[in-house]
């Protein structure tokens, strides 16, 4: 059975930087494309970002491109978001999610409908 589990968010004051971590279990991390997504009180959840299996490729949506950096090690099982210059439009509760697809990409990698695995998520929230 496939486990995710987030940790790292917490309360930062804007402009600092938080890292968050996914730990996967249940089957082989490295086969499998790994995504972050976000919802924030009253709002859809949203894609932050999504990384390959071997990690050779990343995207990333716009409100988050040259702040976040998505990251994993499969060697751990983990993937990491760093998040850097944090404002508090970015307070929301961040989940990490799975691809159910072996060396193919969730399509379209932005769609949280194409995860099928996904975590608790962990509270993360910018002070002013």
């Known amino acids: 059975q496939v486990q995710l589990v987030e940790s790292g968010g917490g309360l930062v004051q804007a402009g600092g930087s938080l890292r968050l971590s996914c730990a996967a279990s249940?089957?082989?991390?490295?086969?499998?494309?790994m995504g972050w997504f976000r919802r924030a009180p009253g709002k859809e959840r949203e894609f932050v970002a999504a990384?390959?299996?071997?990690?050779?490729?990343?995207y990333y949506a716009d409100l988050v491109k040259g702040r976040f950096t998505i990251s994993r090690d499969n060697a751990k099982n983990t993937v990491y978001l760093q998040m850097n210059s944090l404002k508090p439009k970015d307070t929301a509760v961040y989940y990490c999610?799975?691809?159910?697809?072996?060396?193919?990409?969730?399509?379209?990698?932005?769609?949280?409908?194409?995860?099928?695995?996904w975590g608790q998520g962990t509270q993360v929230t910018v002070s002013s």
């Open positions: 249940g089957r082989t991390f490295s086969l499998y494309a």
């Open positions: 999610a799975s691809g159910s697809r072996a060396l193919l990409l969730p399509q379209p990698v932005s769609d949280y409908t194409a995860y099928p695995y």
């Open positions: 990384i390959s299996w071997g990690g050779g490729s990343t």
